[in-house]
């Protein structure tokens, strides 16, 4: 009995292939994005409707929304940490940004610098309590939460804030090639945060921080620059999707605007490959746990699901993103 070996080239020429193959299925992001796919696809032979060029450019001005505040919540998951404040700053940021502009008479664009200074104090008081007085950053950002929240309703009495200037409604609302204009500013930003993380050394520094503080330090990494860093860019980036957020809206609005998307935002770095641990994810997985949210949402709403099954929904597909997030880190942990 005789048996037969693939020649030599013929097994070299195989191994590659088995390796590309290997990183693929290691790859969260890939899975991410191909369900993205197959999600977009059985909705719309669901419902004629959902691919619209309507529905698409209402889809990618939320996208923008919901995927700027998960790529703030991810620079600082990366570091180790978590920022629950980043939907209750962007209500506040909206309010802040109508009072500056209607009720302080300053010109629109003051008063957007004026409300990204205060987002990026915010975002240093964060990061100052976490690195220095080593304050757990889940209790850190609560109590911002609670504040801002508190913030919002004292300045407005529960009351919108109208006349705003035409400057928000002008990014908010206008379109680029039938684009979205704030769709095109989320673009922009998360290629610059893909860049900063993947093309620079203080982006690989903030991996470093995050998947193992020690190391960092001991390789001469000043780790806390980086944790600060990465809460300050989270809060601005807050602040910068409440003014796409005021100019869609129209009014400064107290109404629960905000409440309830730092969970949206950890969901998306959760699905798209963001260890919870630190030190793990890229912006392209994160993209695509917020594109794949955003399909979930509006494909139900397109389909009139009652809203309360579509949060049960949307938080199953969290828990299972948890879930997948921690047996990924045992299979990686088994392999080393």
């Known amino acids: 009995m005789t048996t037969r070996t693939a020649p030599a080239p013929e097994r070299e020429a195989q191994a590659p292939a088995r390796s590309r193959l290997r990183v693929l299925v290691d790859t969260p992001e890939v899975g991410v994005v191909l369900a993205c796919v197959a999600v977009f696809a059985a909705l719309a032979l669901a419902r004629d409707t959902f691919a619209s060029a309507v529905n698409l450019q209402g889809m990618g001005a939320d996208l923008a929304q919901y995927g700027l505040i998960a790529i703030g919540e991810s620079l600082v998951i990366l570091t180790g940490g978590i920022d629950l404040s980043v939907g209750a700053l962007l209500g506040t940021s909206v309010i802040l940004m109508s009072w500056f502009n209607v009720r302080a008479g300053l010109p629109a664009g003051l008063a957007v610098l004026a409300t990204l200074a205060v987002a990026g104090l915010v975002g240093l008081i964060h990061g100052l309590a976490v690195t220095r007085l080593r304050m757990p950053p889940f209790v850190v950002t609560l109590v911002t939460y609670t504040v801002a929240q508190g913030v919002t309703l004292a300045i407005t009495s529960g009351t919108s804030i109208v006349g705003i200037s035409p400057f928000f409604g002008d990014i908010g609302q206008s379109y680029l090639a039938q684009v979205p204009v704030p769709l095109v500013l989320f673009t922009v930003i998360a290629v610059a945060a893909w860049f900063f993380l993947e093309r620079t050394y203080a982006g690989r520094q903030v991996y470093a921080v995050g998947g193992n503080p020690e190391a960092a ?55 798209g490959g963001v260890s919870l641990t630190g030190g793990q994810g890229r912006v392209l997985g994160i993209v695509a746990g917020a594109v794949l949210l955003e399909l979930i949402n509006n494909g139900l709403t397109t389909l009139q699901v009652n809203s309360d099954y579509t949060n049960i929904v949307l938080g199953c597909v969290l828990g299972l993103a948890i879930t997948a997030d921690r047996l990924r880190a045992r299979h990686v942990a088994r392999r080393s």
Do not use: H, P
């Open 217 to 271: 330090r001991l390789a001469g990494i000043r780790g806390d620059r980086r944790v600060v860093s990465m809460y300050v860019a989270s809060s601005l980036v807050s602040a910068f999707a409440g003014m796409l957020v005021l100019g869609r809206m129209g009014v400064g609005s107290a109404s629960g605007v905000g409440v309830g998307w730092e969970l949206t935002a950890i969901a998306a770095a959760v699905i």
